[in-house]
């Protein structure tokens, strides 16, 4: 059973930036899709930003381009988001995935295995 666990979420002005991280446990990190996705309030959650196994293939959603960064570090079993010139409409709660299969970062949410908990991330204007 593989266990996520999010954290750096908080409350931030426009501009600021935040890093989160997800810690994994169990399973084999290293050989899994890992993704960001969040859920702002009234809305559907959406896919935010991907990165394949190796680190080789990542993908973003069009209002994060160039303002968000997604990295991992395998040994550490961890992945990372970090968000720069944050807006408030980047208020959500972030939620990581795991794609067990290993697919070249697909946006499906339900193409993920695991999930974490969730950080809640706040931009004040």
């Known amino acids: 059973q593989v266990t996520l666990v999010e954290s750096g979420g908080g409350l931030v002005h426009a501009g600021d930036s935040l890093r989160l991280s997800c810690a994994a446990s169990g399973g084999t990190f290293s050989y899994y899709t890992m993704s960001w996705f969040r859920q702002a309030p009234g809305k559907e959650r959406e896919f935010v930003a991907g990165?394949?196994?190796?680190?080789?293939?990542?993908a973003y959603a069009e209002p994060v381009k160039g303002r968000f960064t997604i990295s991992r570090d395998n040994a550490k079993k961890t992945m990372y988001l970090q968000m720069n010139h944050l807006r408030p409409e980047d208020t959500a709660v972030y939620y990581c995935a795991a794609d067990s299969r290993g697919r070249v970062v697909p946006r499906m949410e339900g193409l993920y295995d695991y999930w974490g908990q969730g950080t809640q991330v706040t931009v004040s204007s």
């Open positions: 990165l394949s196994w190796n680190g080789i293939n990542s």
